[in-house]
């Protein structure tokens, strides 16, 4: 016996005895809104469609968006020809920003950055995807560092609301990958495993930078649909996310990616889903994994307490387990489904 022991070799197993609902899989079918088919949805894209879609129907899922489409003239065809044509009413893919070509086009870059959009629209795209290297990574044709709430790109933003469809955004991650790596890191794990995944700043511009930026976005572009993705990046403080949204009501939000932090503040997120019952769409960022349907099932669903939000001996979020939100039926039905088949005008039968 030693008194000493690594942090890697720490795997306690929790002693409780309490009561659990075996909930494995939504009681209902369901809109994913925030997912993949490529490296991040497990590389379904090398598939074919026959596959990918009998797999989805031993899920819950009914309708499936993918965030995949990129800027449009290859990916975006690809998705389109393959995946949309073989099941138009259970898959949809968006568009993207193609930020490499400001350095090329200057001045002209948002302008003809809308163009592209409606182009990609024109050929099928459904929504617009803007991925978080905005705000951390983007340089405009100067070579500086674009800020989110740059007016000189407006002419994007407001493209997407002239033509009805929503700007999925996600501009920053966990806020403890903007902290320093040092012990009191709650993230240590994960970014030790993951270097690449730390900003500090400087470089990086610090997390409220971010966040600000953000909200100055959606305020300035009341008349386009935001879905904020990953609980609008601040997950860590539903406070700050509910005061957004109630300023404007042309901010959604999705979950994906973030059961890990909500379900340790299950009082907090449960009053959140509940007021904000109309505007939070499932999805999971996570591929059509069937045990990850599971857990969310179980988060939404249940009254279990303290399980595991993932099956790694090691957790990746956080070394912490999550609790349910015990939420009513009317509730997922919004989230599971309604909310996402308002927004895209998907069929209500198809939930049936």
């Not at 099941?87 to 070509?101: E, H, K, S």
């Not at 617009?128 to 560092?145: E, M, N, R, S, Y």
């Not at 730390?198 to 879905?227: C, K, M, W, Y």
Request: glycine fraction near 10%; charged fraction near 25%.
């Amino acid at each position: 016996m030693t008194d000493r022991l690594a942090l890697d070799d720490f795997r306690p197993r929790p002693k409780l005895v309490v009561p659990q609902a075996g909930i494995t899989a939504p009681f209902r079918k369901v809109i994913d809104a925030h997912n993949h088919l490529g490296s991040f949805g497990g590389g379904w894209d090398k598939r074919t469609p026959v596959a990918f879609f009998d797999h989805l129907a031993t899920t819950q899922v009914v309708h499936y968006i993918d965030l995949d489409g990129g800027w449009g003239e290859d990916i975006l065809d690809d998705r389109l020809r393959r995946f949309k044509e073989y099941a138009p009413d259970r898959y949809r893919v968006f568009g993207g920003v193609n930020w490499g070509l400001w350095a090329e086009e200057g001045h002209g870059f948002a302008e003809a950055s809308a163009r592209r959009f409606r182009a990609q629209v024109a050929r099928g795209a459904e929504g617009l995807k803007i991925w978080k290297p905005f705000g951390l990574h983007v340089t405009d044709d100067t070579g500086a560092l674009a800020r989110i709430d740059d007016p000189r790109l407006d002419p994007i933003w407001a493209s997407a609301g002239d033509l009805g469809l929503p700007v999925l955004i996600h501009i920053a991650d966990p806020v403890a990958f903007f902290d320093p790596l040092t012990p009191e890191n709650e993230r240590w794990d994960e970014l030790h495993a993951h270097p690449d995944w730390q900003f500090p700043s400087p470089p990086f511009p610090s997390f409220s930078d971010l966040i600000e930026a953000f909200g100055n976005l959606v305020r300035r572009h009341r008349g386009t649909t935001f879905i904020g993705a990953h609980v609008a990046c601040y997950s860590e403080n539903l406070g700050w996310v509910s005061s957004l949204m109630d300023e404007c009501p042309n901010l959604l939000v999705d979950f994906s990616a973030r059961v890990a932090e909500l379900g340790r503040q299950p009082y907090s997120a449960r009053k959140f889903f509940l007021r904000y019952a109309d505007r939070i769409l499932f999805g999971t960022d996570a591929g059509p994994d069937k045990a990850t349907y599971g857990t969310y099932a179980r988060f939404l669903e249940s009254e279990d307490e303290y399980f595991p939000y993932s099956g790694a001996p090691i957790p990746g979020q956080g070394r912490w387990n999550i609790y349910g939100l015990n939420l009513p039926r009317d509730v997922l039905d919004k989230i599971y489904f309604d909310n996402a088949a308002r927004l895209f005008g998907i069929p209500a039968a198809l939930g049936a």
